[in-house]
């Protein structure tokens, strides 16, 4: 199992991954945090992947090559194009290894248009921070969202100026029909409600925190498929996650650094080889994810699990009051 989740926020879209694979043997499941889920596209878009990784690495490195090829590459064009040429290549790829389970997530921008967002949707989530129905209370509302509220009720939508319109979007085999999520929206794939249920606590923090922060919305979403993870023991699901934001500057490979008293731990983006690396700074441990088609499940051996963020969480979590919000100066971003 995977958690892929996406949110379309005030200033375009973030995505998250996990990083782990599980490989099968004699019966019995192996799990490594090596799987780097989240591959740009484009300076504007970013897909996502949950399922069967050999599909993944089939069908990723063509969408990839074909879009370079599109006179057009805008948003737009790209959204109508990707599910009819994965629904070809997941046929070819089904015709050679039979059919496998494999689910998209898409986040793009649309950098020359404001977003749009529904007056009600604001109104629900601003409702949500007066009576602190979230997890984390707060006495204050971005500017922006008072700003939208301050329209006539009669108005449905507003434009926010200063902001790049997000798209979110899911599709999954073998139809791969595009399902768009509207703005001020997430979803997830691979988890099933559950990640979706802790996203939801966390809604007012990450999508109506500070609209121009990529550090609120990534260490919300974090905390909160964290939380789930942590809750549910999902053995499927683990080491660290990896963020992409989409916003009116292009696209941003996201990473953190988590300390407490006993240990030191980094996610980082490295630019040059283009992949996510978990290193914990304490004991020297340092795995570096992997695109999918530089996955081989034979080179899958030893202990290559990265459950050291999970568990300096707990850790952290037992000796914290029960009242205070899970994060704040623990958490560094980087």
């Given at each position: 199992?995977t958690?892929?989740?996406?949110?379309?926020?005030?200033?375009g879209?973030?995505?998250?991954?996990?990083?782990?694979?599980?490989?099968?043997?004699q019966?019995?499941?192996?799990?490594?945090?090596?799987?780097?889920?989240?591959?740009?596209?484009?300076?504007?878009?970013?897909?996502?992947?949950?399922?069967?990784?050999?599909?993944?690495?089939?069908i990723?490195?063509?969408i990839?090559?074909?879009?370079?090829?599109?006179?057009?590459?805008?948003?737009?064009?790209?959204?109508?194009?990707l599910?009819r040429?994965?629904?070809?290549?997941?046929?070819?790829?089904?015709?050679?290894?039979?059919?496998?389970?494999?689910?998209?997530?898409?986040?793009?921008?649309?950098?020359?248009?404001?977003?749009?967002?529904?007056?009600?949707?604001?109104?629900?989530?601003?409702?949500?921070?007066?009576?602190?129905?979230?997890?984390?209370?707060?006495?204050?509302?971005?500017?922006?969202?008072?700003?939208?509220?301050?329209?006539?009720?009669?108005?449905?939508t507003?434009?926010?100026?200063?902001?790049?319109?997000?798209?979110?979007?899911?599709?999954?085999?073998?139809?791969f029909e595009?399902?768009?999520?509207?703005?001020l929206?997430?979803?997830t794939?691979?988890?099933?409600?559950?990640?979706?249920?802790?996203?939801?606590?966390?809604?007012?923090?990450?999508?109506?925190?500070?609209?121009?922060?990529?550090?609120?919305?990534?260490?919300?979403?974090?905390?909160?498929?964290?939380?789930?993870?942590?809750?549910?023991?999902?053995?499927?699901?683990?080491?660290?996650?990896?963020?992409?934001?989409?916003?009116?500057?292009?696209?941003?490979?996201?990473?953190?650094?988590?300390?407490?008293?006993?240990?030191?731990?980094?996610?980082?983006?490295?630019?040059q080889?283009?992949?996510?690396?978990?290193?914990?700074r304490?004991?020297?441990?340092?795995?570096?994810?992997?695109?999918?088609?530089?996955?081989?499940?034979?080179?899958?051996?030893?202990?290559?699990?990265?459950?050291?963020?999970?568990?300096?969480?707990?850790?952290?979590?037992?000796?914290?009051?029960?009242?205070?919000?899970?994060?704040?100066?623990?958490?560094?971003?980087?």
């Amino acid at each position: 199992m995977t958690i892929i989740a996406g949110v379309s926020l005030l200033n375009g879209v973030m995505l998250l991954a996990d990083s782990r694979v599980t490989v099968t043997r004699q019966g019995e499941d192996g799990h490594f945090d090596v799987a780097q889920k989240l591959l740009p596209i484009a300076s504007w878009m970013a897909i996502g992947f949950s399922g069967d990784v050999a599909a993944a690495a089939f069908i990723i490195p063509q969408i990839l090559h074909s879009s370079r090829k599109l006179r057009r590459a805008d948003p737009i064009t790209l959204l109508r194009w990707l599910p009819r040429v994965t629904r070809k290549l997941y046929s070819i790829f089904a015709r050679m290894h039979g059919h496998r389970q494999i689910h998209f997530m898409i986040g793009a921008t649309m950098r020359d248009r404001p977003n749009i967002v529904e007056r009600s949707k604001v109104a629900e989530i601003v409702t949500s921070i007066a009576t602190k129905q979230g997890t984390w209370h707060r006495d204050c509302v971005p500017d922006v969202f008072m700003r939208v509220l301050m329209t006539p009720p009669e108005v449905k939508t507003v434009r926010i100026d200063g902001t790049a319109r997000g798209i979110l979007a899911t599709m999954a085999a073998p139809d791969f029909e595009l399902r768009e999520y509207p703005s001020l929206t997430f979803c997830t794939i691979g988890s099933g409600g559950g990640a979706s249920r802790e996203i939801a606590a966390e809604a007012d923090w990450i999508i109506a925190g500070d609209p121009f922060s990529d550090f609120m919305a990534m260490m919300g979403l974090t905390d909160a498929v964290g939380r789930f993870v942590g809750s549910t023991d999902l053995d499927s699901v683990g080491g660290m996650y990896p963020c992409i934001k989409l916003d009116l500057r292009g696209l941003a490979c996201l990473g953190h650094v988590y300390g407490t008293d006993s240990v030191k731990l980094a996610l980082t983006f490295d630019s040059q080889q283009k992949r996510w690396i978990q290193t914990n700074r304490t004991t020297g441990k340092r795995i570096e994810l992997r695109c999918p088609w530089e996955i081989d499940s034979a080179q899958l051996i030893g202990n290559q699990r990265f459950d050291d963020w999970l568990e300096a969480r707990h850790r952290f979590l037992a000796k914290r009051p029960a009242n205070s919000s899970t994060t704040g100066d623990d958490v560094l971003s980087e």
